[in-house]
């Protein structure tokens, strides 16, 4: 029997395996008891997807188990980013949002986030009840579902298009004039639900562009739709070849992550990026307040802070976390390393539309290409390089991995460990500024590594001492 369980982003499955109808409308119907029991269940739920197999058919099914349960659905009429939905909860002062995406997953997954009526990603309170709620009733009939057309002449369904809303709400944020000083831009929705939101402002302004993967596909082109170096490789051609493309922006299938190019070509890390928006919103734009990210994230985000003077608010992984401090008003901007950002008065939820348009603008305003922003912030506060490696374990080692963690060297790659971080993982600070990170995933028998230095030599060291550590 499926037992359902909530990531750091919602709960995911493959279609036609775990990810069913059945199951679908228990986890829906254990969310619409979670709203009951918060008293907020006449506000009202808005539902979307996005360019996945069946998902206009699992909002729907939605639709009805949210109705059976006196709770209305305002459906959105075609797929929609994950920010939007965000900023669509926050507007209508909705109970929440149920979002089917398995955002950057490969085609084969999709999955339910909920969003609660703060509008960022459901807090693990709020999900640990929902999974009570669900795996209490998985596999029975737990739900009562109303016909579509009843729903909506008792007034528990509405169709919706949140587009105008989120677009007013994204020019107040970006200076969208200045990006007219780029030329042309390439943009990239991977096939996903980036469609009409990457390319209208441009085109209603008249600035230069070019798009591709700008159909529907929920096979994605072959590739899962992730905006990553790995996995854009057409994108990066095409801006590589056309000597007039200055920047290219890419989100990935829900749109709320973001992938950036430069003007040759080259891939810029989202740890870079965040850091680079953090001195210019600080610099240029004269935002206040903190910054965010998480401890899988770049420390380039601190130096910059210590810059400016402002705080670090180190994190779990998982956008909720960031979530929660944006919509405190604590920061000018919060960001992970897998490419998810927002700032301070928008949604407090990954916005990769958003992130793109800042990046584009920060280029505009500057006059410099993204590696020369990148170069000068290194001459200013230093130099970083991050990775990331996944380390497969036998079942010896995944049994053995506990006792070894507990078991922490006191010298790594012949740096003294000077701190130990637990928030999530396992993560080494030593003492000429280098780290790494063991965070072991729930769900296969794999080992994540990250780690960071000042230059690739050193770098090398400390991955490889940190894959000699798990594997020997």
Known sequence: MTQITFGTSGWRGILCD?????????????????????GEQDKGVVIGCDTRFMGQRFVEASACVLAGAGIKAFVCERDT????????????????????TASHNPP???????????????????????ERRANATVGTVCYREMPLEDAAQKGLRENINPHSDYMKALEQKVDFDAIKSLGKVAL???????????????????ISYCMINDRPDPYFGGHPPEPSEA?????????????EITLGLATDGDADRFGILDADGSFIEPNYIIALLLDYLIRVRKLEGGVARSVATSHLIDAVAKKHGV?????PVGFKYIGELISQDKLVIGGEESAGLTIRGHVPEKDGILACFLVAEMAAREGKSVRELLDRLYGEV???ITRRDNLKLSPELENAYSLKISALPVEVAGSKVKDVVTIDGTKLLLDDGSWMLFRKSGTEPVVRLYGEAS??????????????????
């Open 108 to 130: 084969e997954y999709n999955g339910v986030k909920f969003s609660p009526s703060w509008g960022g990603p459901a807090l693990p309170e709020t999900t640990k009840e929902i």
């Open 81 to 100: 980013p994950t920010p939007v939905i965000s900023y669509e909860i926050l507007r209508r002062g909705a109970a929440g949002g149920i979002n089917f």
């Open 18 to 38: 775990d990810f069913t109808f059945a199951n679908v409308k228990v986890v829906v119907q254990a969310i619409a008891d979670t709203i009951k029991a918060s």
């Open 231 to 243: 996995h854009i490789p057409d994108f990066i051609s095409l801006v590589k070849n056309d000597p």
């Open 188 to 206: 990239n929705p991977l096939y996903g639900t980036g469609r009409g939101y990457l390319d209208e402002p441009l085109r209603s302004r008249n």
């Open 382 to 384: 230093g130099r970083f």
């Open 455 to 472: 230059n690739d030599a050193r770098l090398a060291e400390v991955m490889a001492a940190g894959r000699q550590f798990i594997l020997s």
């Open 311 to 315: 705080p670090v608010y180190e994190t």
